[in-house]
């Protein structure tokens, strides 16, 4: 098992090597801070959303501002703390106007992404919004597979409504706690296969 230090430590250089990179300058130019991720570098759950949003950008974490919040309250709900998951988003600057990101920019960010995966090792990945989903499972509909997790090359992936979309529309809410209370079960089950 490697150490967290040492885990952390390989989040901190693939986080400065995005800056050396110069990965997407004009969304880093009109970004505040670059928005990494935050939680455990050994968490057996990584949240990924899409992009961060103005409060995001502003303290340079991931989920601050009220779908944030919404997340810590379902994280509660099945006796998580944000301290023991791991939450980034695909694009690690925020779009201007909290516009979608583009497809080049979440091209971009991509190996970055995949390499903070490789890092952490979750058991489980959490795709948060639409955005997310299609990097892992392209060709997929939210609207049909939300609450289903999926197998692809050896990583399970559950996919679910973003938190923001839920604050927006009371009928979504329900099912995205619905489907996030899955997530002890579905670690479990995943836990056994590996014994």
Do not use: W
């Amino acid at each position: 098992m490697v150490l967290t230090a040492s885990k952390q430590s390989e989040l901190d250089k693939l986080k400065a090597s995005i800056v050396t990179d110069n990965i997407c300058p004009d969304l880093a130019k009109s970004a505040t801070n670059l928005v990494f991720g935050d939680g455990s570098p050994d968490a057996d759950i990584m949240f990924i959303g899409e992009a961060p949003g103005k409060n995001e950008d502003e303290q340079g974490l991931p989920f601050v501002g009220a779908a944030g919040q919404f997340l810590n309250d379902m994280l509660a709900g099945i006796n998580l703390k944000r301290a023991q998951v791991y939450i980034t988003n695909i694009v690690k600057y925020r779009p201007p106007n909290n516009r979608d990101p583009l497809p080049d920019e979440k091209l971009s960010f991509l190996p970055y992404l995949t390499r903070q995966l490789e890092i952490i090792k979750p058991l489980l990945v959490v795709t948060l919004g639409r955005h997310s989903m299609e990097c892992f499972l392209p060709g997929q509909q939210i609207s049909k597979i939300h609450g289903q997790p999926k197998r692809l090359q050896g990583q399970v992936y559950l996919p679910l409504f973003h938190p923001a979309a839920a604050l927006y529309n009371g009928g979504m809410r329900q099912t995205l706690i619905d489907d996030f209370n899955t997530i002890p079960e579905i670690l479990r089950l995943i836990r056994n296969e590996k014994r």
